[in-house]
């Protein structure tokens, strides 16, 4: 599974925004991100609120969760550790106004606790041990 993983990796970056590989980041603690639009605003650092809109995919592609489906950006109060860790290593790279792919390992997302389905408790809507792929929009910070 993790090698079909790391296929998918390589392969949607360049699916998804007919980019180089080359143009693949990665973070020291296995976060890799792919700018697809870079913004011209401020960067985020702790004490900031980013606020972002969001689309969530399991490795299969499967979508859990899209803020615009909500139809409101969320809130991230970086350093206070409210969202996933991943985004709190990510968001600070990301101007406002950028979009990007962002890969987060599990151990930076839900790890090994996963994330129950809220109408059954036996079912996981983010499995336990699970890498995600997040489309993050960076609306603005402040």
């Known amino acids: 599974m993790r090698i079909l993983w790391s ?12 980019q180089a590989a080359q143009d693949t980041l ?3 603690s ?14 985020g650092h702790n004490g900031n609120t980013v606020l972002v809109h969001y689309t969530g ?4 592609g499967k979508m ?5 489906v909500e ?6 109060h ?9 985004w709190e290593q990510v968001l600070p790279l990301l101007p406002a106004g950028t979009r990007a792919w ?4 599990a151990a930076l997302a839900y790890g090994k606790k996963g994330v129950r389905d809220p109408d059954d408790d036996k079912r996981f809507t983010i499995p336990p041990n699970t890498d995600l792929r997040f489309e993050l929009n960076v609306v603005r910070v402040k």
């Open 7 to 18: 296929l998918v990796l390589g392969i949607l970056p360049v699916a998804a925004f007919g």
């Open 26 to 28: 990665s973070l020291p």
């Open 30 to 43: 296995g976060i890799r991100y792919v700018v697809h639009s870079l913004g011209t605003g401020a960067a």
């Open 57 to 60: 995919f399991l490795p299969d």
């Open 64 to 68: 859990f969760e899209s803020s615009a």
């Open 71 to 76: 139809g409101r950006p969320v809130k991230a």
């Open 78 to 86: 970086l350093g206070e550790h409210d969202v996933i860790p991943g």
């Open 102 to 105: 962002v890969y987060i390992p």
